[in-house]
T-cell receptor, first 112, second 116 residues
Framework: AQSVTQLDSHVSVSEGTPVLLRCNYS??????LFWYVQHPNKGLQLLLK??????LVKGINGFEAEFKKSETSFHLTKPSAHMSDAAEYFC??????????FGAGTTVTVRA | EPEVTQTPSHQVTQMGQEVILRCVPI?????FYWYRQILGQKVEFLVS????????KSEIFDDQFSVERPDGSNFTLKIRSTKLEDSAMYFC??????????????FGPGTRLTVL
């Protein structure tokens, strides 16, 4: 069965420093992977998605993620954190056409 | 920019009562979903809906749950007799025409259901 594991429940960074959110996946075939972000009292917003077209995926707000099959990873990065990046981030795998499976989430805190 | 909306934002109910959570998906979308997140746990898939019928449902989605698209715009989740363990944030989502796995699902802000 396909699943994702987010390796950090909480990440704290200083403004202007890089952000790394780690996600490993488990899949018997090439998965469709996503990163979603949830700001307080807001819906889940798609940051980026991997659909096998390119291993390095660029998303909104300066985020990007790299699909590494050899490491079964799909880590999310941003070179320079901004205060507005404080939110909860979810790594998600598509199980089929109708169902997404979410990781446990990583809470990002940005220090001034 | 089109968005999914949900009402109410917070619903408090007594155990055993029926609740209906409402969602307005993005207008040209054809696939609709409900997910929930119990406090401190993962977001879990409940059900998907297409062409006026359920496409897939999880083991959580038992006979106490039902979904309906009563008109051309609303998509509802009904819980017939709420239990304490139904307390959670419920997210509605919709996606576009093909329903392919790479299609983005657009999520609403959620309804927080509290069962007392």
């Amino acid at each position: 069965a396909q699943s994702v594991t987010q390796l950090d429940s909480h990440v704290s960074v200083s403004e202007g420093t890089p952000v790394l959110l780690r996600c490993n996946y488990s899949s018997s075939y090439s998965p469709s992977l996503f990163w979603y972000v949830q700001h307080p009292n807001k819906g889940l917003q798609l940051l980026l998605k991997y659909t096998s077209a390119a291993t390095l995926v660029k998303g909104i707000n300066g985020f990007e993620a790299e699909f590494k099959k050899s490491e079964t990873s799909f880590h999310l990065t941003k070179p320079s954190a901004h205060m507005s990046d404080a939110a909860e981030y979810f790594c998600v795998v598509s199980l089929n056409d109708y169902k997404l499976s979410f990781g446990a989430g990583t809470t990002v805190t940005v220090r001034a | 920019e089109p968005e999914v909306t949900q009402t109410p934002s917070h619903q408090v109910t007594q155990m055993g009562q029926e609740v209906i959570l409402r969602c307005v998906p993005i207008s040209n979308h054809l696939y609709f979903y409900w997910y929930r997140q119990i406090l401190g746990q993962k977001v879990e898939f409940l059900v998907s809906f297409y062409n006026n019928e359920i496409s897939e449902k999880s083991e959580i989605f038992d006979d106490q749950f039902s979904v309906e698209r009563p008109d051309g715009s609303n998509f509802t989740l009904k819980i017939r007799s709420t239990k304490l363990e139904d307390s959670a944030m419920y997210f509605c989502a919709s996606s576009g025409e093909t329903g392919a796995s790479y299609n983005e699902q657009f999520f609403g802000p959620g309804t927080r259901l509290t069962v007392l």
